[in-house]
């Protein structure tokens, strides 16, 4: 059974910066394309940022310059720098493939404010 267990989380002023990791226990995980996503509240959820298997990466325009996302197929792992961070980018967020093929895992809460 697969989990995606996402870690890192926590509240930041704005300007500061988190690193977010996803250890998913995905077979084959380095064929995979994977994705960042977040929901804030009242919102839906949205890919905010994707790795291919090859390392090519997007972005949202929301977060292009800001954020960072990376994978260590060694480990099953996901990253997901995050740099200037803005009120914003308050939300739970979440790993998972692009698109999207397994159960969401619980997530990890982003709250960004002074």
């Known amino acids: 059974q697969v989990q995606l267990v996402e870690s890192g989380g926590g509240l930041v002023q704005p300007g500061g910066s988190l690193r977010l990791s996803c250890a998913a226990s995905?077979?084959?995980?380095?064929?995979?394309?994977m994705g960042w996503y977040r929901q804030a509240p009242g919102k839906q959820r949205e890919l905010v940022s994707s790795?291919?298997?090859?390392?090519?990466?997007n972005y949202v325009d929301s977060v292009q310059g800001r954020f960072t996302i990376s994978r260590d197929n060694a480990k099953n792992t996901l990253y997901l720098q995050m740099n200037s961070l803005k009120p914003e980018d308050t939300a739970v967020y979440y790993c998972?493939?692009?698109?999207?093929?397994?159960?969401w895992g619980q997530g990890t809460q982003v709250t960004v404010s002074s």
């Open positions: 995905i077979r084959f995980f380095s064929v995979y394309g």
């Open positions: 998972n493939t692009n698109p999207n093929l397994f159960s």
């Open positions: 790795i291919t298997r090859g390392g090519s990466t």
